[in-house]
């Protein structure tokens, strides 16, 4: 059985960074054709992609997001993070981190997502 968990600071300040981990078991995340994607909701808004890091280490990120985003992996822990820049108050949001298939690009398994706000 996959299993993701998200972890990170639940409190970060308008205009630094927010930092995210998503620790995965019951498969790795170097396996062919997954890859491992961030997900965020908004409260009393829909679903929102923000990226996603490869089995061979690519990275795609949302064009919107782009040039705050960075998703990164430590294979020796089997975790991939995620880390946005310059937060502003519209980034509070909950956060979710998700396997997703490489040829359906359906997401079969998800973490149970974490409260991020952003606050002074």
């Known amino acids: 059985q996959v299993q993701l968990q998200e972890s990170g600071p639940g409190l970060v300040k308008p205009s630094q960074t927010l930092s995210l981990t998503c620790t995965v078991s019951?498969?790795?995340?170097?396996?062919?054709?997954?890859?491992w994607s961030w997900i965020r909701q908004p409260p009393g808004k829909g679903l929102e992609w923000i990226g996603y890091v490869g089995y061979s280490g690519s990275t795609y990120y949302s064009p919107s997001l782009k040039s705050r985003t960075s998703i990164s992996r430590d294979t020796s822990k089997n975790q991939f993070t995620l880390q946005l820049s310059s937060v502003t108050p519209e980034d509070t949001a909950v956060y979710y981190c998700a396997r997703v298939d490489a040829g359906s690009l359906g997401m079969d398994y998800w973490g149970k997502g974490t409260l991020a706000t952003v606050s002074s």
């Open positions: 019951g498969d790795s995340i170097t396996t062919n054709y997954y890859y």
